[in-house]
């Protein structure tokens, strides 16, 4: 004869259970750090995290070597789940500031954002009263002293969506990587974009083109109708979706692209900074290095989606946000370069895009 249940025993067998469903992305995401590491099997969002936090490091390292200096190291972490690594030099032998940043992030999504993202990625549940999601990138910014040396600026990132009870709403990568000089030399501008094409065409020949053009447009100063600077590649919503030629690749393979892209980056600009670092240069070079700095800042501020979004992010570390900014920058009423000028020819390609490779 079988003993009637025990209703204590089901309480405590049910009670792990409960334990699970409450506990937050963020906590389950770190078990599974404390208990299995990250592995190729490992959700994207642990394998995102521990690519940047890699390619911060290997960055870093060069740089500090490139530079003679120490890169300033802080951790930081956030209420809502997630922290970063913000590294900074400023006033080095090299760079007048450099940034190389990871941050990862846990939040919930208001039903106003999830409407806002269901523009690009109509799979999005519209009546969901709210989405927890992840968010991890690395961002560079790289400011030399010498205006012969150009700025260069860098941004890999992965954003995912899930439900209460853990399940995937949605997911994407975006970034990119784009050359900002004072002083044009095609040869530098053709190298840059030479390997981070080269980068592109493993994985998708129609990927450079695409991209680049979408470099172009958006590293736009609309109000100044100029290019911040001679372009690169720029992506975001990248979720696996076919796109116009009919194809679509699964998130392994846009991680794989996200990957090469990323580590493409020190073959792409230090052959150039070595090049120049040493260049001698005038004032008045210096000064047109000032000005130009000024439209970069007149981007970032005014046009640029993520500096937007991290300011309005609750909890967000605005030193981390504003680390792209130049130490110095100079503006000057009416200032036009001299006709047949270094400075003039600069113009003119920032006003129209060239095809680099």
């Known amino acids: 004869m079988r003993k009637p249940a025990d209703p204590n025993r089901a309480r405590q067998l049910t009670q792990p259970v409960e334990k699970l469903d409450e506990a937050s992305l963020a906590e389950r995401d770190q078990r599974q750090r404390d208990e299995k590491g990250v592995t190729e099997r490992s959700p994207m969002r642990l394998r995102m995290e521990a690519f940047i936090q890699e390619q911060q490091r290997l960055i870093v390292a060069e740089l500090a070597r490139v530079d003679g200096s120490a890169f300033r190291e802080d951790h930081w972490t956030r209420a809502g789940g997630g922290g970063g690594i913000s590294c900074v030099l400023q006033d080095g032998r090299v ?6 940043n990871t941050s990862v992030v846990y939040g919930r999504l208001p039903p106003a954002a999830i409407a806002q993202m269901r523009v690009h990625h109509p799979t999005m549940d519209p009546d969901a009263d709210g989405l927890d999601f992840f968010a991890a990138g690395l961002s560079m910014v790289l400011h ?5 040396a150009p700025t260069v600026h860098l941004n ?11 399940r995937p709403a949605g997911w994407w990568f975006g970034g990119g990587t784009d050359l900002t000089p004072a002083y044009l030399e095609e040869d530098d501008v053709r190298h840059f974009h030479a390997v981070i094409k080269a980068a592109c065409d493993r994985h998708d020949a129609g990927y450079y083109p695409r991209f680049k053009r979408w470099c172009d447009d958006y590293f736009t100063v609309r109000h100044r109708a100029e290019s911040r600077g001679v372009g690169g590649i720029f992506f975001d919503d990248l979720d696996g979706a076919a796109d116009d030629d009919g194809q679509s690749k699964d998130q392994d393979q846009l991680f794989r692209f996200v990957q090469d892209c990323c ?32 439209r970069y800042v007149e981007f ?28 110095t920058a100079k503006w000057m009423y009416m200032h036009e370069p001299e006709p047949g000028s270094r400075e003039e020819r600069l113009l003119r390609v920032l006003r129209q895009p060239v095809d680099w490779a």
């Open 95 to 100: 760079f007048e500031k450099a940034g190389v």
């Open 144 to 148: 030399p002293h010498n205006p012969h």
């Open 156 to 166: 890999y990132r992965y954003f995912e969506t899930s439900h209460d009870d853990g």
């Open 263 to 294: 580590t493409a980056f020190l073959p792409s600009y230090l052959p150039i900074l070595r090049r120049r670092i040493h260049t001698p240069f005038t004032p008045h070079e210096k000064e047109w290095q000032q000005l130009r700095r000024g």
């Open 300 to 327: 970032n501020l005014v046009h640029d989606r993520g500096t937007s979004f991290g300011l309005h992010t609750p909890g967000a570390r605005v030193e981390s946000i504003l680390v792209s900014l130049p130490l």
